[in-house]
Structure formats: C-alpha cells, structure tokens
C-alpha cells in the first residue's frame, strides 16, 4: 500500500472494530457449518463433510478477491444487475465508503466484511454432497457459481444501483443472496447428485448428535454478529436486530421440537437445533425490520413452515440430505415475506440513517408485491443458472459430481480424504423402550401339548366315519384337530425335508378356512405318500371331490366379515383407526410358512405378493402388482377394494386418507386435535418400508406405531380356534447340505463375510435372510414352503458366529463343529446385539431388528446375498445337472399332453401331477419337491401371470389354445424355474395368427438375451431392454421382470443380479461370472390367452478373451414350433434357435432312450429336427 493509504481519525473506531469482529464472528459460522454437517452425516462421510466446507470455504475467499466483490458491489457500476471490474484484484480500496450520509468506513473492511457472506452461502449449500459428492469438481462449481448466481443477487439488493435496492426491497441481512440461494442450490444440486444408494428415505441417524449440537451453538453465536452487525456501524439497530435474532431463534426451536414430541413422545435434539437454525435464517432478513413482537410470531411460523417443509425432498423424489432447502431455502423465504407485513418504519430507522415506509402494520400495502417478486427472482434466477452449472461441469471430464457406487460403499472419507474422523459413540435408545412395549412381548404360537381328554376328542373325530368335512365340530375341537394333525406331522416325518414341505402344505387350509377341507388334507396326504393318521386313509376320496368340483373357490365359504371384526376390535383396544397386514414374515420370505399366512386369514387372496389394510371405520383394501390383479378380482371378498400398483394411488396414501376420513367423519368435529394411527407389525415390515411409511403419515398429520405387541391377526386367529402355529421350524428337522452340492465349507463363507466387513469398516453383520443363512451354514430345513430353509437370525463379528435357532439337537454337533454359538430363536430380541462401531444389517431387514441393533451406525447390504449370488465351480457343475433332470421331467410330461389331451379329457391339476410323478422317477439329480406351486394355465388362464389352478379352479385343456406350464424344482444339485407355452393340438395357422406372431415376438425377445454379450459392469437395465424390444415395437410389453437369480437348492428368487427395467430387490448389481439367472419375457392378453417362455442362464466368460462376459443357455427344452412365425425372427436367431434344438436332441434324446421312453423320443425327434 502506498503511504498515503494510512490510517486517519476520520474512521470511527467502534465502526471498524465492529466489522472486524463481524466479519470473525461469521468465519466462524462456517466452522459451525462443518461440525453440524459432520455430526448429521453418517460416520464414513463424517470427515468428508468438515474437509468439503474448509475446502469451499477456500474458494469463497479467492473468488471474492479476484472478482467476487467488484462484481458485486462495484460503486461505478453502469446497470442494475451486476457490477464491472473496477474493484478486481481488491483495487482501489483505498477509497472511503459511505453509510448512510455521513457515517465513513474503510472500503476494505466493509469488503472483508461481506467476503465473509459469500463464504457462509457457499458452505451452506455444499452440504448437499452429503454421502455421495465428489469434491474437485465442486471446486470450479464454487467459483462460478460465486460468479454468476451469488455476486447478480448481492448486486441487485444492496448495491446502490441495483434495481431491488431501488425498488425498496427489505433484506436486511440476506434473505436473498444468502438463505434463498444456499437453500434452492443445494436442493437443485442434490437433484443433480442423485439419491444416495444406501438412502434410507428420510430420518437416518446422524452419527453424532453432540457435534450436531456443538455446530448449532457456534452457528447461533455467529449469527449474532452476522445479523447485529449488518448495520456496519454499532448503533441501536444492532442490538435490536441481536434480540430479534435471540427471539426468532428460540420460538422456532420450541415450536420444532414440540411438532416432533408431539408425533414420537420424545424429545429430540437434533429436531431442536433444526427449528433453532430455522429461526435464524427467518431472522436474517428481517432482524433490522420487525419489532421484537414479530419476531415471536416469525420464529413460532417459521419452526411450523420449516418443520413440515421437510417432506419436499419426498414431494419431489431429491434426496435434500440435509434438509438446506427446509432450513435455509424456505425459511428465508418466510423471513422476506414477514418483512412486507410486520417491517416497521422505526425499527428500520434505529441505524439513524435508514429510511422507509414500513410494511403492511404502517400500510404500505404495496410492499408485499415488492417482497414477493424479489423472492420470486431470486429463486427463480438461481435454480435456472445452478441447474445449468451442475449440468455443464458434469459433463466435463473428471468433473462428474457424483461418486460411484463403490466410493459410496467406502465412505467418502476413504474414498475422497483418506483420512477418517475421531470414531465418535453415539448412546441410543432401545427401541422398545422409546414405542413403550414390552421386550417380552412374542408374537409366536402357543405349543402346549394336549389332555388325554384331548387326545380322546381327536381319535373320536378321526375315526367316526363320516364323509363331511367339518360339519358337527365343535369350536374347541376343530382347534384340537388342527393342533393333533401338526403334532402327528412332526411326529410321523423323519425322512426328507421335502416330504415335511408337502404335508404342511397340505394342512395349510387347516389354518386359512374357518371349515377343515378334510378332502383336500388326504388327497395332498395321498398323493406324497405320507400317512399323517391311518384312520384318516380310510376315508374316500371320492365321496367329497365332487363336492370341490361345484365349488368355485374354495375360500367363498371362508367368514372372512367375522374375522375383520375381530380384527377392528383389537384395533380399537389399541387406538389403531388403521392397521397393516404384510404378506412377509420377520424374514423378508418370498413364499412364508403357514403360520405367517396372515395376510391370506384376512383377505382370502393367496398369491404371493400384496399387502391388506384395514381401517376400523369399515374399509378393507388390497394393494398387489400386476402379476396378480385377474387373481385378486376373482379371490378377494366383493367388498374389498382392489388398489392395482403402479396405476392406483399408492396403498401408503389411501390408507393415510381414509383414516383421516374415517376420522372425521366419526368426530364431527374438524377441531380435534387427536390425531388417527395407523399401526403395522414392526417384525413384518422393512426398515425402509417403515421410513416410508412414517414420512407418508407425517405429511397427512396421522400418527405411525411399529408395533411390537403380539400381532393382532395372530391374537384373532387363537381367540377363534382357527391356529395350530407350530414353532419358528415347525420342528421339522435341519440336514446338512453336504460340500458335494455346496462346494465351499462353512469357514470359508465366514471369512468371506468378514473380508466384506473389513472393507466397510464395520464391525458386525446381522442377518435375518433365511435363504442366505443356509447358504452360509451349509444346512437346510424345511419350515418355509416349496424352499428349504429353517428360521434363523446370525450374529457375525470378527470372532464369532451366534446362530439363533429353534433348537434342533441332531443339528448341534454339526454347528459346534464349525464354531458357531447356537442360541434360542427368540432370544435374537432379549439378547444386546453388537453396539460397537458399524453394524450390517440385510436390505430387507425388519423395522424391528433394525431398531434393536444398538449400533452408532447402521449400514444396509446384503452380504450373503452377494457372495451367494455368484456359484462356485461345484454349484455350476450341479446346476448343469440339475438342469438336465428337469428339462427331461418337462420334455416327458409336454410329450404326454400332447398325445392325451388330443384324444382325452386332461385338466390342469392333471398336468401338475403328471410332471411330478415324471420328476419323482428320474435319477439324473436327487429331487426335493416343487420350488414354487406349479403353473399349469390353460387357455385364458394363461392370462394370469401367477395362476394357480386348484381343485376348485381345474379347466379342461381344449385343441387350439395355449397351455402355460411354468415349473420350478428343488434338486439337491440345484434350483429351477423354466416355463413354456405350448399349443394344444394341430389347428390352421391362419386361425391362431395372432398368436403365432405375439409368441415370435417373446421368443425373439427371448433369444435376444440369450445371445447378449456384455461388458463386466453392464447395466441390467439395458440387457432387460433387449427381451422388450421386439414386443414393444408392437405396441405391446408385460408387467413384470424379465429376470431374476435362482439359488441353490435354495430360493427360486434371488439376487442380487437379474433382469429387470428398473433396480428391484433381485436385480440391484451387475452380472458377473457365476451369476445363474431366469429369462422370462411374456405377453398377456386378458380373457384369451398367455405367452411366457422362461429358462434358466449361467454367466460365463466371453471365449474372445475381450473381457466380455456371454450367457451358457442352461435348459434343455425345446420351443414350441407351432408357433413360431419365421417372419418375426431374425436370420441369426432361426440359426440359434435350430442348433439348440439340435444340441436338445444329442443330450436329452439320450436319456429319454436310457429310460425307454419311446413316445417322448419321439415328440422330442419331431420338434428337434
């Protein structure tokens, strides 16, 4: 500086110490910013947080040295929009600056002073890398967007020629500039970022809530000097504007907090430092405007406003990871637009140089519009300009701003910094104690053994004689019954697993039906020849199947208005106006055990997927995909509502509104302050189902309970006799799956576990998937229908396995043997789990086990689905045979359709049977049973995607329609799942054109696939798309996925690869070499007929040695050539199609031959070749 730039005593001191201080005060808002946004993320981003804020804060400085403060407050600026370069480089700032008309300040500390500004702005929106942004490209961001969104605002409001300082806007300390365009940049930028992959909807734990509160305190003590000093001279307007600060801050802190106590019963500090926050940005600009009183109303408003503006990141799908456009962005908002009615003319003028009209209170109506097209410019303005800058930077090499998917599983501590943060403990509390249940509390069935009283009633009924089903029992004993014919399963079986499945299938009804289907509970006896009671075989069959032919749904006599009585009652005992019905158990299982049914108890609806929701003012409804929405019309009673997913409203909102309606309409009051509840079974309910649920709630004002009581269809089924729930297993025995089929031991796969555990940083895994429990342990069971598993909960650490387990002492020694701690099954909920350091949990884990995990930070990755998902080199060899043993039953039983069905009367339960006894005879693989309920559709019924044709639902197979065969098996070698449509007799092409052509276009689709060759980290999305291409081309397509990963001896559906148009819970990861998925496209056409050709595909290595990886076609079952129309294939694909019927010929021929099976051979020889 030159020596004439010294100082003179034309400075008041007090002004030049107070911009100083100012300009202190509000740097250390920004260390604040780094500790808030540290403790709120997750801890292997904690750093990442802190780094990212200095870093920013770095670039703020630079940039308003270089240009920022010239472009923005310029004192020759020649327009109303920006300022010029007069100031570049911080020249000349010799010059005085002038406050009001005779109140001269150092240019430079006035510069320093707002430089202090753009930086907190900037700090505030970076806060939307949270978890998954990168840093270096937010460097240039910064920059720019300091250039061209920043310094035009700052220029239009306070400087001199700006044209919304001309017009008389009030933004006394920066709603605008700083609140409205940190708020709508960061949520603009998260739009960009994406969600993160891990999301876990809204409400994730913040690692440490102390440094939350640590960030709070240093924000709210800078924002002391950031507001009382805005005046740039200390006068009374300063100390004015620190009280209405102190004011607006503490009212919208209580109002936030008592929002939350009201919902949760709990007071919650992270919600207190949100309304705190929120009240300062409110403050901002209307700390110099306002009188103290309005300060007390804008802080009760802006906690209210801000609290519920926290469902716009749900509102429009952007993961605001940190709320900055609730705290910041719309509370700046509420702050401008109070100033045009509560700003006060002698508030304004306290500096003793301000001047204005004041608001609406000094009527000055005109100042509202004034306030509302400046916010709406400012907003405006920004989001377009942001949106453009995180679009060009992104695309600009090494500048993407979102980090991969692996960097995401590091943390971007490890990935970005390569440092992490001090391991802060975060105490939490127990679940059950913050919803105050009972720990004790179990929703498992009674298992008291009976009287000899009893057992008296139960031998009478069993050996009366009688031909009825169930009339003449009495209450009491149709319990009994139920009890004994559990008792007498569990007793009579000590075979296979298999034979355990199918008589507890069998019995299945027994739990389902108010009435004992005793026909249906001996022919299922019958045909698995497996006696349950001899005095049972001696009944005919006969004399009541013609009973079930003239029925048409067998669960038509089901009382299923008794049962949601009984159900209402309960809610009402409970103060639940809603209550939730699951089709899952505390597993997550696709296909659940009898006593989890209790979904299909309330709604008579069978299939597999859906969820039932009752509300205590009368409504029942039933939401499903649309797999099963032909199944549920016919199924579900005629006063239920259907709710079709994906094309009616969410079954989440319907219900949230219908209990409000309900509600209301019960009141008669629109004054009420009670709230309804809608309540769900905390065990049977995702994590991130229950997030969603709860966030749906919190926007239509109801209450959310995650349940933990005893479930309340349980406690209607035992108060009505109608359940015999035998215990988590069912008692059915555990066998070990031998390394000859699993190929790698138990050590092994905890190693693995543990390799995953060490990469993440975390210290335990806890697990509930029954499918990759025993994939783990090497065991299987047979509790859960169609698939082998038992119930179970594992506990890995880096030094032990804890297997909680119903007890099974054959099994003991087994799993001693391989260190592994066996504990009870129900003692997962009274023992700690791990609480140190990061714990894993399942995707899919339940609300309730996630809660119990006392853990600082949970992550959510299903480790055992990963490493099971890709098959070793002995589960490949055996699932080529098991896929060879299945396709020769198949071949066998499509060869005998067609030479009977032409000439006799065939059915569909007539199929279903004929292809079992065909599996039971082979002895190429060891067969297990069924992996699904076999799909034999015939006709239109070939329409309903999961159709399943029963003794009630049984249609005749006719010449020149379709037959839907969709079969899956359990081998100890493998797991399949292959369907094929085939065409009833010879009728003309011309009459069946349609057909032809649709069923071309699904197997051109088909093939598509089959012949893909991709690269390592290929998007399924875009292989899922190949099998779509040829029916959309047509206009047409199909509802579900094209395909899915198959297990082991295990789970028909798996994943975590498969095919499917958007990321599903078995399709979420690339495939790799060893993943064993289905290709299944389809087409439906409702009331005539249905197409879907399915097999089973290995990913193998592309043999060019490109890295490229190729599918090996592993079914062995040829295609139907009646109804292939060559027109709608390529050349490529009638080659393909002719040298896998020709290789179908050299394997299959030969062990239709070694069984002398000369009536397949020759089916087989005349669709060959």
């Known amino acids: 500086m030159e020596n004439s730039r010294v100082w003179t005593n034309s400075y008041s001191l007090a002004t030049v110490l107070s911009l100083v201080l100012g300009s202190c005060l509000v740097l250390i808002m920004c260390f604040g910013l780094a500790y808030l946004y540290s403790g709120l993320a997750r801890r292997k981003s904690a750093l990442h947080m802190i780094f990212s804020v200095f870093l920013i804060l770095l670039v703020s400085i630079f940039q308003w040295y270089f240009w920022g403060y010239s472009l923005a407050f310029s004192g020759t600026a020649s327009n109303k929009f920006i300022g010029n370069l007069h100031n570049f480089g911080y020249m000349n700032l010799e010059d005085d600056y002038?406050?009001?008309?005779?109140?001269?300040?150092?240019?430079?500390?006035?510069?320093?002073?707002?430089?202090?500004?753009?930086?907190?702005?900037?700090?505030?929106?970076?806060?939307?890398?949270?978890?998954?942004?990168?840093?270096?490209p937010f460097i240039p961001f910064t920059f720019c967007w300091l250039t061209l969104v920043y310094c035009p605002v700052t220029c239009w409001v306070w400087n001199s020629s700006g044209w919304a300082y001309k017009w008389g806007v009030l933004d006394y300390a920066g709603g605008g500039p700083v609140e409205i365009l940190s708020g709508f940049s960061g949520f603009v930028i998260s739009y960009f970022l994406g969600p993160r992959n891990e999301h876990l909807m809204v409400n994730f734990r913040p690692h440490n809530v102390s440094l939350v509160t640590i960030g709070t305190m240093l924000l709210w003590f800078g924002w002391l000097g950031f507001n009382g000093l805005s005046c740039l001279t200390p006068n009374l307007k300063s100390v004015y504007a620190i009280m209405n600060t102190n004011l607006c801050a503490s009212f919208g802190g209580f109002t936030w907090v008592l929002l939350d106590y009201t919902r949760t019963g709990k007071w919650s500090t992270v919600g207190l430092c949100s309304g705190i926050i929120s009240g300062l940005v409110a403050a901002t600009p209307s700390s110099g405007v306002i009188p103290l009183w309005g300060s007390v109303i804008l802080g009760i408003i802006a906690g209210a406003i801000c609290n519920f503006a926290t469902i716009f990141k749900v509102w429009f799908k952007v993961d605001d990871a940190l709320d900055v456009l609730a705290e910041h962005g719309i509370a700046g908002v509420v702050g401008l637009f109070f100033n045009s009615i509560f700003a006060a003319n002698y508030v304004i003028g306290y500096d003793g140089y301000s001047d204005h009209k004041g608001g609406w209170i000094q009527h000055n109506w005109k100042q509202m519009y004034i306030q509302i097209a400046?916010?709406?410019?400012?907003?405006?303005?920004?989001?377009?300009?942001?949106?453009?800058?995180?679009?060009?930077?992104?695309?600009?090499?090494?500048?993407?701003?979102?980090?991969?998917?692996?960097?995401?599983?590091?943390?971007?501590?490890?990935?970005?910094?390569?440092?992490?943060?001090?391991?802060?403990?975060?105490?939490?509390?127990?679940?059950?104690?913050?919803?105050?249940?009972?720990?004790?509390?179990?929703?498992?069935?009674?298992?008291?053994?009976?009287?000899?009283?009893?057992?008296?009633?139960?031998?009478?009924?069993?050996?009366?004689?009688?031909?009825?089903?169930?009339?003449?029992?009495?209450?009491?004993?149709?319990?009994?019954?139920?009890?004994?014919?559990?008792?007498?399963?569990?007793?009579?079986?000590?075979?296979?697993?298999?034979?355990?499945?199918?008589?507890?299938?069998?019995?299945?009804?027994?739990?389902?039906?108010?009435?004992?289907?005793?026909?249906?509970?001996?022919?299922?006896?019958?045909?698995?020849?497996?006696?349950?009671?001899?005095?049972?075989?001696?009944?005919?069959?006969?004399?009541?199947?013609?009973?079930?032919?003239?029925?048409?749904?067998?669960?038509?006599?089901?009382?299923?208005?008794?049962?949601?009585?009984?159900?209402?009652?309960?809610?009402?005992?409970?103060?639940?106006?809603?209550?939730?019905?699951?089709?899952e158990d505390a597993h997550g299982?696709?296909?659940?055990?009898?006593?989890?049914?209790?979904?299909?108890?309330?709604?008579?609806?069978?299939?597999?997927?859906?969820?039932?929701?009752?509300?205590?003012?009368?409504?029942?409804?039933l939401s499903t995909d649309s797999r099963y929405w032909a199944q549920a019309r016919l199924q579900l009673p005629s006063d239920w509502i259907l709710l079709r997913a994906g094309v009616d409203e969410p079954w989440q909102e319907w219900l949230a509104k219908t209990v409000i309606e309900e509600d209301y309409c019960s009141q008669n009051s629109i004054t009420t302050l009670a709230k309804p509840t809608v309540a769900v079974d905390a065990k049977l309910v995702s994590w991130s189902g229950g997030q969603e649920l709860l966030q749906v709630c919190h926007s239509n004002n109801v209450n959310f309970v995650a349940d933990t009581d005893d479930n309340i269809v349980d406690i209607v089924r035992k108060a009505r006799l109608e359940v015999a729930i035998p215990p988590p297993g069912g008692g059915a025995p555990l066998t070990i799956h031998h390394l000859v089929y699993s190929g790698e031991t138990v050590e092994s796969k905890v190693a693995n576990v543990r390799k995953v555990l060490n990469l993440m940083g975390a210290s335990a895994y806890v697990t509930s998937r029954l499918d990759g429990i025993a994939w783990l342990l090497n065991a299987r069971g047979a509790a859960v229908p169609y698939t082998p598993l038992f119930f179970a909960f594992v506990v890995i650490t880096s030094q032990s396995v804890i297997l909680y387990t119903e007890r099974n002492d054959d099994m003991r020694t087994y799993f001693q043997q391989h260190g592994i701690d066996v504990r009870p099954y129900a003692h997962v909920w009274e023992d700690t789990l791990p609480s140190n350091g990061i714990v894993v949990l399942d995707k899919n884990a339940s609300y309730a086990l996630y809660c119990a995990v006392p853990a600082p930070e949970i992550q959510l990755r299903s480790i055992l689905e990963e490493l099971k998902g890709v098959k070793n080199e002995v589960e490949i060899a055996n699932i080529r045979v098991s896929q060879l043993a299945d396709s020769v039953a198949i071949i066998r039983c499509l060869a005998w359709v067609h030479r009977t069905a032409t000439h006799n009367k065939v059915f569909e339960m007539d199929v279903v049977r004929k292809l079992d006894e065909y599996r039971k005879e082979g002895n190429l693989a060891h067969y297990r049973g069924a992996s699904f309920t076999t799909i034999a559709a015939a006709g239109a019924n070939a329409a309903i995607v999961h159709y399943e044709p029963s003794p009630g639902h049984n249609t005749q197979l006719r010449i020149g329609e379709v037959l839907l065969l969709d079969a899956g098996a359990q081998y100890l070698e493998g797991t399949t799942d292959i369907t094929r449509t085939i065409l009833i007799g010879s009728v003309d092409n011309h009459s069946i054109s349609e057909l032809r052509k649709r069923y071309t276009l699904v197997l051109a689709g088909h093939i598509s696939v089959a012949q893909a060759v991709f690269s390592r980290n290929a998007d399924t999305v875009e292989l899922d798309s190949l099998a779509r291409q040829p029916l959309a081309k047509e206009g047409l397509s199909y509802g579900h996925g094209t395909g899915h990963g198959i297990d082991n001896y295990g789970s028909v559906h798996a994943g975590p690869a498969g095919l499917a148009p958007a990321k599903t819970s078995y399709a979420y990861l690339p495939l790799q070499p060893g993943s064993f998925i289905s290709d299944e496209p389809g087409c439906y056409v409702d009331g005539k007929y249905g197409i879907r050709i399915e097999s089973d595909l290995l990913v193998v290595e592309n043999e060019s040695d490109d890295g490229k990886l190729k599918f090996e076609y592993c079914t062995l079952v040829p295609f139907c050539d009646e109804l292939i129309d060559d027109r709608w294939l390529l050349p490529g694909q009638r080659k393909w199609i002719k040298e896998y019927h020709s290789k179908i010929w050299k394997i299959v021929g030969k062990e239709l031959e070694r069984l002398e099976d000369w009536e397949a051979l020759e089916w087989l020889r005349v669709r060959t070749n």
Do not use: W
Request: aromatic share 8%; glycine share 8%; hydrophobic share 35%.
């Open 98 to 136: 002038l406050v009001g008309e005779n109140i001269i300040i150092p240019e430079m500390s006035f510069a320093n002073f707002q430089g202090m500004f753009a930086a907190i702005t900037s700090c505030i929106f970076i806060g939307a890398l949270c978890e998954r942004g990168r840093i270096l």
């Open 589 to 621: 299982s696709e296909y659940v055990a009898i006593r989890d049914e209790r979904r299909a108890y309330v709604s008579a609806f069978t299939g597999s997927a859906g969820v039932a929701l009752i509300t205590l003012g009368g409504k029942a409804a």
């Open 374 to 583: 400046y916010i709406g410019a400012v907003a405006g303005y920004c989001v377009v300009v942001t949106a453009l800058l995180c679009y060009v930077i992104n695309k600009i090499p090494y500048c993407q701003l979102r980090a991969d998917h692996d960097a995401e599983e590091l943390g971007m501590d490890e990935d970005q910094i390569g440092e992490f943060a001090y391991d802060y403990v975060e105490v939490r509390r127990n679940f059950f104690d913050v919803n105050g249940f009972n720990e004790d509390s179990s929703n498992e069935g009674d298992s008291s053994t009976h009287t000899a009283h009893e057992e008296e009633v139960v031998e009478k009924r069993f050996d009366s004689g009688s031909d009825s089903d169930s009339e003449g029992y009495s209450d009491s004993e149709k319990e009994l019954v139920c009890k004994e014919n559990v008792k007498s399963v569990t007793k009579t079986l000590k075979g296979s697993p298999e034979q355990h499945a199918t008589c507890l299938t069998a019995i299945r009804s027994l739990l389902l039906l108010d009435k004992l289907p005793a026909s249906q509970l001996i022919s299922s006896q019958r045909n698995s020849k497996v006696s349950v009671k001899p005095s049972i075989l001696n009944k005919s069959i006969s004399s009541v199947s013609g009973k079930l032919k003239h029925a048409d749904n067998i669960v038509k006599d089901v009382d299923i208005t008794a049962r949601l009585n009984a159900i209402r009652k309960v809610m009402s005992e409970r103060g639940f106006q809603g209550y939730i019905i699951p089709s």
